[in-house]
């Protein structure tokens, strides 16, 4: 595992206590070790007895809830998205961060009435990609599009790869105009470091939470660096059942992603970096260090920070 490079200083120089669910996954591994250097307390919680400091199942509130009571900050990286773990983990006390993408769990946790605070969007999409699109909106009144290209040849962990494939024939409602969206289809095109691209409309959350924060039309289109895999996904979200692939089918492709935010006149922002796994972990320990400050409810990553907090080289 490649050590991650600092970030910014963190706005308290108390150290936190951070059990850390999931924290010896593909993106929580890399949270865990940058949060350890900082100087934190953390306490890898899961049902994989080898790898977990703590065992604990999820499924069991009594037990989420005891741990949290120990903690000052609940970070969720094991891709379980149960809002009842986010209940129960708050009323015990706990700050709750959750690196997860999905619009639906994101929409449920954003209905629960909270006693601590809790952070969201705060991987690199969403998460970054917020961030960039705030930037843009300083600059810009017009509708934005989000580009996300993710590594097709890095190992994102099962729960990365099942929500990738999850999409599959999956449709959503455009948070702009209220239609449905299939997944994987109507594509955009957009100039990248790698050249064109054609990248297409997915269930990212960003989207849905940047349309009502900016009050206007976000959409968020996807791809992976791989064009061969990306144009696989176009043709299999049409193909019944595709999203119940095995998750382990490996895809032709590299480690590095791009982050584009662009209006109809031109790009306002973009990041890349290799490895979104260790990126995620890095903007999620980021989260952590400054979640407990804020007041009990939910925050998106723009309402903690702005993208000049972050160093964008520290991504590679």
């Avoid at 936190?16 to 070790?33: D, H, I, K, P, Q």
């Avoid at 006149?265 to 952590?288: C, D, P, Y």
């Amino acid at each position: 595992m490649t050590s991650p490079a600092p970030l910014q200083p963190q706005p308290s120089s108390s150290a936190l206590t951070v059990l850390a669910l999931g924290g010896y996954g593909a993106a929580g591994s890399y949270a865990v070790e940058h949060l350890r250097s900082r100087g934190h307390t953390v306490t890898t919680a899961g049902r994989d007895a080898t790898r977990a400091d703590l065992v604990l199942d999820l499924g069991d509130l009594t037990a989420v809830a005891r741990a949290a009571a120990s903690a000052d900050i609940v970070l969720n990286t094991s891709g379980r998205e149960d809002p009842r773990v986010v209940t129960a983990a708050t009323g015990a006390g706990a700050a709750f961060v959750d690196i997860t993408a999905t619009a639906t769990y994101i929409a449920g946790i954003e209905a629960l009435d909270l006693a601590a605070p809790v952070a969201l969007s705060v991987g690199i999409a969403p998460g970054l990609t917020n961030l960039l699109a705030h930037a843009a909106a300083r600059q810009s009144t017009l509708p934005l599009d989000v580009a996300i290209v993710l590594g097709a040849g890095e190992q994102h962990g099962a729960a990365g790869a099942a929500w990738v494939y999850g999409m599959l024939g999956q449709s959503f409602v455009d948070p702009a105009t209220g239609s449905p969206v299939r997944s994987y289809t109507r594509p955009a095109t957009f100039d990248l470091p790698t050249g064109r691209r054609r990248l297409y409309r997915t269930d990212f959350s960003d989207q849905t939470t940047l349309t009502a924060e900016l009050d206007r039309p976000v959409r968020s289109y996807f791809g992976l660096d791989s064009r061969f895999a990306t144009t696989s996904l176009a043709a299999l979200t049409w193909v019944p059942g595709a999203r119940h692939l095995p998750t382990s089918i490996p895809m032709p492709g590299g480690e590095r992603w791009y982050l584009q935010v662009r209006d109809a006149e031109r790009v306002h922002g973009s990041a890349t970096g290799v490895g979104q796994s260790r990126a995620t972990g890095l903007m999620a320990a980021l989260a952590v260090e400054r979640v407990r400050a804020a007041g009990a409810g939910v925050h998106h990553l723009p309402s903690l920070m702005s993208v000049e907090d972050v160093d964008l080289t520290v991504f590679g």
